[in-house]
């Protein structure tokens, strides 16, 4: 993305937002409470506009190719975004179809069994944890082969063993050359899952640094200080 702003009315959200995420690498988007991280991924995802500048995917531009955007991505939120009443397996067949992405139910069983809920296929979500929830929204990423995952809090309300899917998720998504943006407050598992952390702050990239020689205090203590300095 180069340049990008987002308003809403008269409220700046987004400014002069630059920000690269390579194949193979993932980056961690910090930032305070209404920073403009879930703005920001949303459009990367093609769910919103930006104001100015240009945002882009694999290549392929977030507004005028939205189509071949949504082919190449898999979104993550902060919500389950998941129907109670339905199967997990009913789930993900209605989500690869409303995507355009029809699967065999063998690969269906498949993207459940690698978040460890193919035990309860046939189960209603309203039954689940909110563990469970959290793990048949991951297990939507998996299908379609995406080459880019946009994730929002990805290890909020997850079990441990939805913690460390995730963690071996990611490690072998970016070993495949996928590139992963993930939107997160923490400072754990969060900084761990990533290559590089960027510090959103005042509408802005305030700080984009490389994580392999820094400790997660030294991450939280640059977030406190350009956290405090746009307030």
């Known amino acids: 993305m180069v340049n990008l702003r987002k308003t809403f009315g008269p409220h700046l959200v987004l400014d002069d937002v630059s920000l690269e995420v390579r194949a193979g690498e993932a980056v961690a988007l910090l930032g305070a409470n209404g920073a403009g991280k879930t703005t920001l991924l949303r459009i990367l995802a093609t769910l919103s506009r930006p104001s100015r500048g240009r945002a882009s995917i694999a290549g392929l ?22 129907y109670d009443d339905l199967t997990a397996l009913e789930n993900l067949t209605f989500w690869a179809t409303l995507a355009g992405r029809p699967a ?39 299908l379609g082969r995406p080459r880019v995952l946009l994730l929002d809090e ?5 079990d441990e063993r939805g913690r460390k899917w995730l963690d071996g998720h990611l490690a072998s998504f970016k070993a495949a050359g996928g590139a992963v943006l993930m939107a997160t407050h923490s400072f754990g598992r969060g900084l ?32 406190e200080l350009h956290a405090e300095g746009a307030s």
Not at 109 to 131: H, I
């Open 154 to 158: 990805p290890f909020g309300a997850l």
């Open 192 to 223: 761990a899952a990533a290559d590089r952390a960027a510090i959103l702050a005042g509408g802005r990239i305030a700080c984009d640094v490389a994580l392999a020689a820094l400790s997660a205090e030294d991450v939280r203590r640059l977030w």
């Open 61 to 82: 531009d977030c507004t005028r190719d939205v189509e071949a955007v949504r082919r190449v991505t898999a979104v993550v939120g902060h919500g389950a975004w998941v």
């Open 104 to 142: 065999a139910p063998d690969a269906l069983r498949a993207a459940l069994a690698a978040v460890e809920l193919e035990a309860v296929a046939d189960a209603r979500v309203r039954t689940f944890s909110a563990g469970m929830t959290r793990r048949l929204s991951l297990a939507r990423a998996t």
